[in-house]
């Protein structure tokens, strides 16, 4: 079974431009959720998709940010535009199940704004 | 208060030792309970869950969740120099949806 992959793995961009991340589940998980880390930091919890529903997006930072989840299948996180703070590496991770269920994650996306 | 808590460490265990790691959270309905092990580097690798109060044991790894207390811990018995890692406790509530919290994360080193 093959895991979580993310794309791409690193992206340095400058302050002011787009950068979309994207993540493909584990096959036949319906739960998606986003993670970031900032350098030094714990992960803190951006937002969870069952299927193509957002059912919690209450640690998303801002209204730059913008995820989704067409199909049910993979998810995109978009930022635009892009600020120095939102440098760190983004999770995804997949679950089968919902609120017992057990999230793999993916290799992250380490995102650098300069 | 951070909704869980950690201690940074570093632990610092010799091999073959029994390395005890705590994890305190404040919300009273977070429901499931889990342990990560990070690697410099690496995404987060899960160890263990458990849901219910009491101990769960899987090889070599045991985890223990006292609701009452808002307290879970994880023992690792006879540790090696390749559980030396970063690891995360982190808990799930119902929102609606199931947010996850993280801890910071406790570092253990063991010692050949």
């Known amino acids: 079974e093959a895991g979580v992959t993310q794309f791409p793995s690193h992206s340095v961009i400058e302050k002011g431009q787009t950068v979309t991340l994207r993540c493909d589940p584990i096959s036949g998980h319906d739960n998606l959720y986003w993670y970031r880390r900032v350098m030094g930091k714990e992960i803190k919890f951006l937002l969870h998709?069952?299927?193509?529903?957002?059912?919690?997006e209450s640690g998303m930072p801002n209204n730059r940010f913008l995820a989704e989840r067409t199909g049910g299948t993979y998810s995109t996180l978009k930022v635009q535009p892009a600020e120095l703070e939102d440098s760190g590496v983004y999770f995804c991770?997949?679950?089968?199940?919902?609120?017992?269920?057990?999230?793999?994650f993916g290799p992250g996306t380490r995102l650098t704004v300069t | 208060q951070k909704e869980v808590e950690q201690n940074s460490g570093p632990l610092s265990v010799p091999e073959g030792a029994i390395a005890s790691l705590n994890c305190t959270y404040s919300?009273?309905?977070?429901?499931?309970f889990f342990w990560y092990r990070q690697y410099s580097g690496k995404s987060p690798e899960l160890i263990m869950s458990i849901y219910s109060n009491g101990d769960k044991e899987d090889g070599r790894f045991t985890a223990q969740l006292n609701k009452a207390s808002q307290y879970v811990s994880l023992l690792i018995r006879d540790s090696q120099p390749s559980d030396s890692a970063t690891y995360l406790c982190a808990v799930r509530v119902n929102t609606g949806g199931f947010k996850t919290i993280f801890g910071a994360g406790t570092r253990l080193f063991v010692k050949a």
């Open positions: 919300d009273r309905g977070s429901q499931s």
């Open positions: 998709f069952v299927k193509e529903s957002k059912q919690d």
């Open positions: 991770a997949s679950s089968r199940s919902g609120l017992l269920g057990e999230q793999y």
